[in-house]
Nanobody, 119 residues
Framework: QLAQSGGGSVQSGGSLKLSCTTS????????MGWFRQSPGKEREEIASIDSIGRTRYSDSFKGRFIIRKDSAGNTLFLEANSLKPEDTAMYYC???????????????WGQGTQVTVSS
């Protein structure tokens, strides 16, 4: 129900845009978020956006990553800028049963998309 696209390989300092399209319009009424996981590391929450478009970022990602969704609320985006090799990871989108911030309890996940940043 969540189809991810985007990602790929980029050089250090570059940018990428990830997309996550929902197949069920009802998701626009709930929180959505972006996460990432590197090999051997725990999954990190990057950012979340609630049903009315308010956003929250984990401290590590403020300033370089931007979460947003389209006007219909059916597609979630993550703009990743000034990328570093340590940003190399599998990136996932997810939906939550929560409606407003703080979001949590994510229970529906995209298939993941690989981002590789070379130095």
């Amino acid at each position: 129900q969540l189809a991810q696209s985007g990602g790929g390989s980029v050089q250090s300092g570059g940018s990428l845009k990830l997309s996550c399209t929902t197949s069920a319009p009802a998701y626009r009424n709930y929180c959505m978020g972006w996460f990432r996981q590197s090999p051997g590391k725990e999954r990190e929450e990057i950012a979340s956006i609630d049903s009315i478009g308010r956003t929250r970022y984990s401290d590590s990602f403020k300033g370089r990553f931007i979460i947003r969704k389209d006007s219909a609320g059916n597609t979630l985006f993550l703009e990743a800028n000034s990328l570093k090799p340590e940003d190399t990871a599998m990136y996932y989108c997810a939906t939550s049963p929560a409606t407003y911030l703080p979001c949590g309890g994510y229970n529906n996940w995209g298939q993941g998309t690989q981002v590789t940043v070379s130095s």
